[in-house]
T-cell receptor
Framework: AQSVTQPDIHITVSEGASLELRCNYSYGATPYLFWYVQSPGQGLQLLLKYFSGDTLVQGIKGFEAEFKRSQSSFNLRKPSVHWSDAAEYFCAVGIGGYNKLIFGAGTRLAVHP | EADIYQTPRYLVIGTGKKITLECSQTMGHDKMYWYQQDPGMELHLIHYSYGVNSTEKGDLSSESTVSRIRTEHFPLTLESARPSHTSQYLC???????????FGPGTRLTVT
């Protein structure tokens, strides 16, 4: 069955430090992968997406993610975190012709000043 | 990006009441979705539609119903609200080709 695992429930980093959020997926075919961010009480905002081609994708707000087929991973990175990046981050895999998304449980990011 | 709207943003209602959560998008997207999300938890798909007059149940069983009479409108209805329906409900849409889903701001529902 298709699934998405985000191993880290909660991460705390200092402002200015680098960040990597982990995401592993299970899906038999070529995956379509996404990262979304959710601020408290808000909907989800698309950070970036991978459909095919270059395995390193750039997104908004200085985020990037790298698709590694051999590891079934799609980790999100940012070289220098800002206090405004504190939020919940969701990894998702798109399946089927109806663009159904399977979400991970999310990683809550806290940023220390 | 899609412009997608949800009303109300917050709703507190008593048990047994009928409620309708509104969702509208202005991008002409064929596909629309409803998700349920409990605080601090992942999203679960409860309904989706791939066009006018098409609706399907999602992965999470829900007592709610949906309709799709117009492309831009995808309302969700609870005939008789219960405390177990307390949750956040997120609406999303996506273009015809395979692509990302774009989300509305959500409706936080509390049933007392």
């Amino acid at each position: 069955a298709q699934s998405v695992t985000q191993p880290d429930i909660h991460i705390t980093v200092s402002e200015g430090a680098s960040l990597e959020l982990r995401c592993n997926y299970s899906y038999g075919a070529t995956p379509y992968l996404f990262w979304y961010v959710q601020s408290p009480g808000q909907g989800l905002q698309l950070l970036l997406k991978y459909f095919s081609g270059d395995t390193l994708v750039q997104g908004i707000k200085g985020f990037e993610a790298e698709f590694k087929r051999s590891q079934s991973s799609f980790n999100l990175r940012k070289p220098s975190v800002h206090w405004s990046d504190a939020a919940e981050y969701f990894c998702a895999v798109g399946i089927g012709g109806y663009n159904k998304l399977i979400f991970g449980a999310g990683t809550r990011l806290a940023v220390h000043p | 990006e899609a412009d997608i709207y949800q009303t109300p943003r917050y709703l507190v209602i008593g048990t047994g009441k009928k409620i309708t959560l509104e969702c509208s998008q202005t991008m002409g997207h064929d596909k629309m979705y409803w998700y349920q999300q409990d605080p601090g938890m992942e999203l679960h798909l409860i309904h989706y539609s791939y066009g006018v007059n098409s609706t399907e149940k999602g992965d999470l069983s829900s007592e709610s119903t949906v309709s799709r009479i117009r492309t831009e409108h995808f309302p969700l209805t609870l005939e008789s609200a219960r405390p177990s329906h307390t949750s956040q409900y997120l609406c999303a849409s996506s273009p015809p080709e395979r692509g990302a889903q774009y989300f509305g701001p959500g409706t936080r529902l509390t049933v007392t």
